[in-house]
């Protein structure tokens, strides 16, 4: 067995890069065609479910809760953080000239506001099982 696998081996070797001369085999029967598959009809949905009346469907979903409020001294806070840069940016965008007190003020506000609501963040630690998914 050996012998004729490096006898295999030395003629691809050999005849690397030339093209392979194939033997037809006389004796062997020719390939038959595989029939051509016959398509299956699609069952309707109609078919699946009969006795669903999918038209009149009465599910009424429930009223969502309301959306979450926050208190004065927060949104105040958030103002800041949000509302006094917003005011800077657009000064600086429309080369309008503001006063260097209220510029001062508005940057205070920014920062005021950003350390309030960082001292006022929830210091206790999550729950490790908690994804923060509320069914």
Do not use: H
């Not at 691809?12 to 009809?41: F, K, M, Q, S, V």
């Not at 669903?52 to 809760?65: K, L, N, R, Y």
């Not at 958030?78 to 917003?86: E, K, M, Q």
């Amino acid at each position: 067995m050996q012998r004729n696998d490096d006898d295999a081996w030395r003629a691809i070797i050999d005849n690397y890069g030339d093209r392979a001369e194939l033997e037809i085999d006389e004796a062997a029967p020719e390939a038959t065609a595989a029939p051509e598959p016959t398509p299956r009809e699609q069952p309707s949905w109609d078919d699946e479910y009969p006795d669903s009346d999918w038209d009149t469907d009465s599910f009424v979903p429930p009223e969502p809760p309301p959306l979450p409020t926050t208190t004065t001294d927060r949104l105040i806070a958030w103002l800041g953080v949000f509302g006094a840069p917003a005011i800077l940016l657009v000064c600086m965008a429309f080369g309008l000239a503001i006063p260097s007190l209220v510029a001062y003020l508005l940057v205070a506000s920014f920062v005021g506001g950003f350390l309030y609501l960082v001292i006022k963040m929830n210091r206790e630690p999550r729950d490790p099982d908690d994804n923060g998914a509320v069914l």
